[in-house]
């Protein structure tokens, strides 16, 4: 897979001796954690709750909870997953709390125009308007999408960070692209 | 279903990557000789290799900083947190030291009274400890 390479090159991962020396209480090592994963866990959250005061917050509260639990993790299992659990859990109970913010798998409904859809098709950027037709999606989907096709997680890490079973997984990631796709051939973009 | 209906179900899971190898040839084979199949997958493949590929938003600068700096007071508070309590075993094991010597010294009268006299005093000595450790957190919490 194209992406696939893309990510692993780019996206440097804790290295068991690192996940150790975290483990252990060493502020060094959480100070580096904290940078090795700041652009993929800022995204992650700029993706699901769209606004970057709130993902700010998410980011801290989520390292807060990293050194509260972290003799909980266990050292056998993906630090990564672990990791974007704590951080799911942070953006659920956000959502969770956000007025009009639907988090059922139920059918949905793509709004005819996303909120920032106009002001990215007038500047023109291709990524600016596949990012906005990201957006609109639902969060479910959202994440679905920026954890297989950003993150580069495989289908049962998804699950795993998301408690969700593998076929709502996939269903979420079909229907998610379905949506898109529907609403950029609209438009001419694909 | 036909063959299209059943392939039109999988074009977008085949472009996620995400089809196992016997409904993934079955994609390939259908699209080969249905052109409508064929571009839609192209379609999703586009569609995917640009979600890929999306630029990386960038945090803000002060992030990194002001994370360290909330991670380093709680790592105060957890040291602060350890220490107190280290302090409280150390006490109450000297209490009970001086009172087992004081009991074979002077009998078991001095015993309770010295006894009775270190739990109170603790006792206001540990409610004086909380008030200040919720100040010094208002404080903070302040600045
Ligand atoms: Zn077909």
């Known amino acids: ?190 | 279903m036909s063959d299209h209906e059943s392939v039109q179900q999988l074009l977008a899971l085949s472009a996620a990557g995400l089809l196992d190898a016997g409904e993934e040839r079955l994609v390939r084979e259908h699209a080969r000789q249905c052109a409508a199949c064929a571009a839609e997958l192209e379609e999703f493949a586009a569609l995917t290799a640009g979600l890929s590929a999306l630029p990386l938003p960038q945090p803000p600068a002060y992030l990194l900083a002001q994370t360290s700096a909330l991670l380093a007071a709680e790592a105060d508070r957890r040291q602060a947190a350890f220490l107190a309590g280290a302090v409280a075993v150390f006490a109450l094991v000297f209490v009970l030291l001086i009172g087992q010597t004081l009991r074979t010294l002077a009998g078991d009268s001095a015993a309770v009274v010295w006894l009775g006299w270190a739990s109170i005093t603790s006792v206001l000595g540990a409610a004086s400890a909380l008030v200040l450790a919720s100040r010094r957190r208002l404080e903070r919490s302040i600045v």
């Open chain 1, 1 to 190: 897979m194209i992406y696939q390479a893309a990510i692993d090159e780019n996206f440097p991962v804790a290295e068991p001796t690192q996940v150790a020396r975290l483990r252990s209480g060493d502020p060094a090592a959480l100070a580096d954690a904290v940078g090795l994963y700041q652009h993929r866990l800022y995204r992650y959250f700029l993706r699901l709750v769209r606004d970057a005061a709130s993902a700010d917050d998410l980011f801290q509260q989520t390292w807060l909870h990293v050194v509260r639990q972290i003799h909980r993790y266990d050292a056998a299992r993906s630090f990564d997953t672990w990791l974007f659990a704590i951080a799911h859990n942070a953006a659920m109970d956000l959502l969770r709390k956000r007025p009009g913010e639907s988090l059922d798998d139920r059918e949905f409904a793509i709004p005819s125009r996303a909120p920032d859809a106009l002001s990215a098709v007038l500047a023109g950027e291709r990524a600016a308007i596949l990012a906005a037709a990201m957006a609109a999606l639902p969060a479910l989907y959202r994440e679905a999408l920026t954890l297989r096709f950003e993150e580069g997680m495989k289908l049962e890490e998804i699950a795993e960070v998301t408690h969700a079973p593998l076929s709502t997984v996939k269903s979420r990631v079909q229907r998610g692209l379905e949506a898109m796709r529907q609403k950029l051939t609209r438009r001419d973009l694909l």
